[in-house]
């Protein structure tokens, strides 16, 4: 079965339209890269867990802020190795300096015998809609497309 992913699409009305707030995935994968590799905060679920209960905990693990709001379901969305993401989309505003994720342990370099412990989001960042969907994973930008369509931007 597929898995399964919960998130949060955190949004805010700046001067010049909307920007949403994204994270990028910490570790060595994905220390050199930027462009399509962002994300909405998420996470897996179990299949007896509420979604909207995961995504909301999910961005809390991620970026360690509460959030709450008005949350409005996106369509989902299928990535390119087959995992369904299910997000809401939320206005609110958070410092991208000030978050503080949970870690996650891997043996580095491969086959080293070495463990290292790495942040699961290494940075968070503000970005307008053009731009977000650039940084973007290259399925997630759908859910920034709903986003501005709903808010008729």
Known sequence: MPKQ??????????????????VHPGGPFFKNKDEGSWSVPK??????????KAAKR?????TGHEITGDFIALNFIKQKGGKTVLAWAVEGNIDPGNIKSNTFEIEWPPRSGKKQTFDEIDRAEWFDMATAKIKINPAQAALID???AINNY
Not at 9 to 22: D, P
């Open 5 to 22: 992913s919960a998130g949060i699409l955190l949004y805010r009305k700046a001067a010049h339209g909307l920007q949403v707030f994204l």
């Open 43 to 52: 996470g897996e679920y179990l299949p007896d867990e509420d979604p909207l």
């Open 58 to 62: 999910e961005f809390r693990e991620e």
């Open 146 to 148: 709903e986003l501005a």
